[in-house]
């Protein structure tokens, strides 16, 4: 938490979740594609960590 000063201020925002699943599929599109980074065959999965 950052105190509000005179160096500082506080910013509200708006965000539009109206293409929230477009936008997901794009991250994970991205994710798949990077190298070295292992990602689950099963197109469902729970998993649990810390």
């Known amino acids: 938490m ?3 000063t005179g160096a500082t ?3 509200k925002a708006l965000v539009d979740t109206g ?3 477009e936008n997901f599929w794009k991250v994970i599109n ?3 594609g990077c190298a070295g980074l ?3 065959a099963d197109p469902l999965q729970l998993v649990a960590g810390d």
């Open 19 to 21: 293409d929230v699943h």
């Open 38 to 40: 292992s990602t689950p």
């Open 30 to 32: 991205f994710l798949q």
């Open 9 to 11: 201020r506080a910013v």
């Open 2 to 4: 950052v105190p509000d």
